[in-house]
C-alpha cells in the first residue's frame, strides 16, 4: 500500500469516524497530523471490529465467544506489526506506522486492547476506581499514545495526557448512560447506584431519570480534577499541539 493510499484511507477514516477529531486534526502540523490519523484509523478498525460495527454504525451483536476470537486477531496483528510484518489491512499498516515511527511502547497498544476484553467480558464496576481502570485502558491510555506522538516524553507531561483520556471518557459515560444500557454495558459504579436508590437492572428506567441525573453529576464532578490536571500539562506541548 502506497504512502498516499494509506493517508487517504486514514483521512476517510477520520471524517467518517468523527466529526471533531477531524476539525481537530487539521490544527497540527503536517506530519503530526498524519501520525494522528494513522492512531485513530487503527482504534477505530478495533472498535469497530469488537462491536460489529463500520466506522461507528452499528452492525449485528456479537455472542463472547466470536468477540473473543475477534479480540485474539486483534492482538495477533497487533504484535505483528510491531514486529515489522507486513500488514496488508490499512488500519494495522497505519498503526505500524506511527508505532514505530514515534517508539510507541506496545504496552500501550496492548493495555488499549485491554479495554475492549472489558467490554467483550461484561466487565463490573463496583467503584469509582473500577470505572477509572475502564477510562484508563480506553481512553487514558490513547491520551498517552497520543502525547507520544507530539513528541512528548517527559513523565510527568504523560501523565496529564492520561488524565485528559481520563476526563472525557468520564464525560463520555455521563452522556451516554442510556445509549450503553440498551446494549446492555453499564460503566457506572455499582456503589454509587446503590445510595442513589438504583440497581444495576432499574437505573435506565425512564421514571428513575431523576435519581440517575444526580449519579451523572457525580461523574461530571469526579472528571473535574482530571480535567484541571491535562490542562496544567497543555503548556508543555509543541505550540501547534
Known amino acids: 500500500m502506497s504512502t498516499q493510499t494509506l493517508l487517504d484511507h486514514a483521512t476517510h477514516t477520520m471524517a467518517a469516524g468523527s466529526n471533531s477529531f477531524a476539525a481537530a486534526a487539521k490544527l497540527f502540523d503536517p506530519q503530526t497530523r ?22 461507528g454504525m452499528q452492525g449485528s451483536e456479537l455472542d463472547e465467544e466470536q468477540a473473543q476470537k475477534r479480540l485474539a486477531l486483534l492482538r495477533i496483528a497487533t504484535l505483528q506489526a510491531y514486529e515489522g510484518l507486513k500488514m496488508e489491512e490499512p488500519a494495522f499498516a497505519a498503526f505500524q506506522e506511527v508505532a514505530l515511527m514515534h517508539d510507541i511502547p ?17 466487565a463490573r464496576y463496583d467503584t469509582l476506581d473500577d470505572t477509572l481502570r475502564y477510562c484508563y485502558h480506553v481512553a487514558g491510555v490513547v491520551g ?20 485528559l483520556g481520563l476526563a472525557f ?14 446494549v446492555g454495558r453499564c460503566y457506572l459504579p455499582a456503589q454509587w447506584l446503590h445510595e442513589a436508590g438504583l440497581t444495576p437492572d432499574n437505573y435506565a428506567l425512564r421514571e428513575n431519570r431523576l435519581a440517575l441525573a444526580h449519579v451523572a453529576a457525580r461523574l461530571i464532578d469526579a472528571a ?11 503548556g508543555a506541548l509543541p505550540p501547534r499541539c
Not at 490519523?37 to 466506522?55: G, P
Not at 506496545?106 to 461484561?122: I, K, T
Not at 473535574?224 to 497543555?234: C, D, N
Open 34 to 55: 498524519r501520525s494522528v490519523l494513522m492512531l485513530y484509523t487503527w482504534c477505530r478498525h478495533c472498535d469497530d471490529v469488537i462491536d460489529d460495527q463500520t466506522l
Open 106 to 122: 506496545s504496552r500501550l497498544a496492548f493495555d488499549h486492547l485491554d479495554g475492549f476484553a472489558m467490554d467483550v467480558a461484561g
Open 224 to 234: 473535574e480534577p482530571y480535567y484541571a490536571s491535562a490542562l496544567a500539562g497543555v
Open 144 to 163: 498517552l499514545m497520543m502525547a507520544k506522538v507530539m513528541g512528548v516524553h517527559d513523565e510527568r507531561v504523560l501523565d496529564r495526557a492520561c488524565d
Open 169 to 182: 471518557q468520564l464525560t463520555n459515560i455521563a452522556r451516554d448512560i442510556i445509549d450503553d444500557a440498551a
